[in-house]
């Protein structure tokens, strides 16, 4: 089972290097003696990670493997292997394009050295010969802790599917001013927010409908959530449609009450009230991994092979 998507669970790295005497000196001098060697004070360390595994109750799980590997591999190494060349000589030794490198955007930052933690892999849309994994990371590096969402695009190949592009989220700017609903949805302990879905709700750009029902859920469940708005395909995937998602009106649930959405273990029961109450809540299109008898409308409930593994909340407005 992966890490919970709790934004609280993690731990934050340490940031900075330790300053000899002085904050600079390299030796140190006594009355009696000549200079003697300080060693230099080792570098603090970033958290400590576990790579992802697929769960048991995923529909292709190498599709999704692919995809957090050639993320994992752009998006952490270790002291001295920063750097564009490093990054692409990576994905060479993964098979995979070094060219990625160039599309990784802010999962590469301008660091050293970096640590990171896929907290989860979630459909972006799965069909035949093709597929989206959004992968959901924390990422650290000296003196700072965040991360991002990667919409991972794959073509099938042999012997593996091959990643042809990547789309990593773009939340924007922090809102100078945000809603009351806002605050209480980034206040509230039992909402797990990933980084870039705490920061979709920073920018302003979540539609109070999401908010809304956030907030009305959280008075039954505790929901980590996987994506919001950035990290998002533009239109439903494999169509022309555009999806509500990166217009804000849209939020997917990865983790209900501590139990993973794709684990088949998971209590059908829990997943269907957790979709209904999410219908009281306003939403006119729930997904999942079942689909809920009756419904106000003859598509509010659904279910499909890219909504197995987590449970989807869309709103009109």
Request: proline fraction near 9%.
């Amino acid at each position: 089972m992966p890490p919970s998507l709790g934004r609280r669970a993690l731990l934050l790295g340490t940031g900075g290097l330790l300053a000899g005497p002085m904050g600079c000196s390299a030796t140190s001098r006594t009355a009696a003696g000549p200079s003697t060697s300080v060693p230099p004070s080792p570098l603090p360390p970033l958290p400590t990670t576990t790579g992802w595994r697929p769960d048991r109750g995923d529909v292709e799980p190498d599709v999704k493997l692919r995809a957090v590997r050639v993320v994992e591999a752009i998006g952490a190494w270790p002291a001295g292997q920063g750097g564009a060349a490093a990054a692409k000589r990576r994905m060479a030794t993964l098979g995979a394009e070094p060219s990625l490198v160039d599309r990784a955007g802010a999962l590469r930052p301008d660091a050293d050295r970096a640590a990171l933690q896929v907290i989860d892999a979630q459909y972006g849309g799965i069909l035949a010969d093709s597929a989206s994994v959004l992968v959901v990371c924390r990422q650290w590096t000296p003196g700072h802790a965040g991360g991002t969402t990667v919409d991972v695009r794959l073509s099938r190949a042999r012997p593996h599917w091959e990643v042809t592009d990547l789309h990593p989220a773009r939340p924007g700017a922090a809102a100078a001013a945000l809603p009351a609903e806002a605050k209480r949805v980034l206040a509230e302990p039992r909402i797990g927010l990933p980084p870039a879905a705490e920061a979709d709700i920073r920018s302003g750009h979540v539609h109070l409908s999401v908010l809304r029902a956030l907030l009305s859920l959280v008075g039954t469940y505790r929901m980590d959530l996987s994506v919001i708005r950035s990290g998002h395909p533009l239109y439903v995937f494999g169509t022309d449609r555009p999806s509500d998602h990166p217009l804000g009106r849209a939020f997917d649930v990865a983790r209900i009450d501590g139990h993973m959405v794709v684990d088949p273990a998971t209590s059908r029961r829990l997943i269907e009230s957790f979709m209904r109450d999410a219908a009281a809540a306003g939403s006119y299109n729930v997904g999942g991994p079942l689909r809920p008898s009756g419904g106000a409308t003859a598509n509010q409930f659904f279910t499909d092979a890219t909504h197995h593994d987590h449970v989807h909340v869309g709103f009109t407005a």
